[in-house]
């Protein structure tokens, strides 16, 4: 086989990766072994072994200890809906979806005070080190892990407030629309940017997925006349959904 100037793995791979999405090698067959593709490509062992990193490290395929490596099964991405979408009620997006249809999200949250880092100061307008409350979500559906999410609101501003914990008092888990203009701040715009990398192993742990499945990362600030008022990081597996947006036309 002639590989041309693309290295031969790559190639390689490539090919593998076309019979996969093709359902020549469907979900849950065994990749062939190294000695089978060193054979049917002509290539060395270590371009055999780079071709099945390449797919593993694209999630497309699994090891199995003891047996072998697999194609895994291919999920169907599923909706997130994300600003612009502006549900009645003051609830969040997620939690609206859940009253309107046949959802079956649940979600667990913790909330603790800590130190702003350099990135969360920057982000929130603040000093590095000044107090901030971070609050940690997990949103399930079906009882399936399927997003995290982390938020900071500097204390200096919802400090000793009926809202400084999000999850409790009389507006808490309504959103940060509803909660801030509870204390008279009103937020009047919100910006987020999508991005993608690796998950980490701790994210991975809790979402499922091995080393090297790719999450979207939604980075999230909510502004009161241009004064932030909230940040978060909101990580999503990028093989099981899509982030949708509703934005309303003016």
């Not at 880092?117 to 929130?124: G, M, T």
């Not at 940017?193 to 994210?203: D, K």
């Not at 499922?208 to 990580?235: C, I, K, M, N, W």
Request: glycine share 12%; charged share 25%; hydrophobic share 35%.
């Amino acid at each position: 086989m002639t590989f041309g100037e693309q290295p031969a793995y790559l190639r390689v791979a490539g090919d593998l990766r076309q019979k996969i999405v093709d359902g020549q090698l469907p979900p849950h067959t065994r990749l062939p072994s190294q000695a089978r593709i060193r054979q049917e490509y002509g290539v060395s062992d270590t371009v055999a072994l780079e071709a099945r990193k390449v797919l593993m490290a694209e999630g497309l395929v699994e090891g199995r200890s003891g047996s072998g490596t697999y194609v895994r099964e291919r999920p169907v991405p599923r909706r997130i809906s994300r600003s612009g979408y502006r549900p009645t009620g003051g609830a969040t997006p997620f939690r609206q979806e859940q009253a309107d249809g046949e959802g079956r999200g649940t979600w667990e949250s913790s909330s603790e005070q800590s130190e702003a880092s350099v990135a969360v100061a920057e982000r929130l307008g603040i000093e590095p080190g000044e107090r901030v409350m971070c609050t940690r979500y997990l949103y399930r559906e079906g009882g399936e892990a399927m997003m995290l999410s982390m938020s900071w609101e500097p204390l200096a501003l919802t400090g000793r407030t009926p809202v400084m914990l999000p999850e409790e008092g009389p507006v808490g888990g309504m959103g940060v629309v509803e909660r801030m203009r509870a204390i008279d701040v009103i937020v009047d715009n919100v910006t987020e940017e999508v991005g993608a990398r690796p998950g980490l192993a701790e994210e991975l742990l809790v979402l499922g997925g091995v080393p090297g499945h790719v999450v979207l990362v939604v980075q999230r600030t909510f502004y009161a006349s241009g004064r932030p008022v909230e940040t978060a990081d909101v990580v999503i597996p990028a093989d099981r959904y899509r982030v949708a947006y509703h934005l309303p036309v003016k």
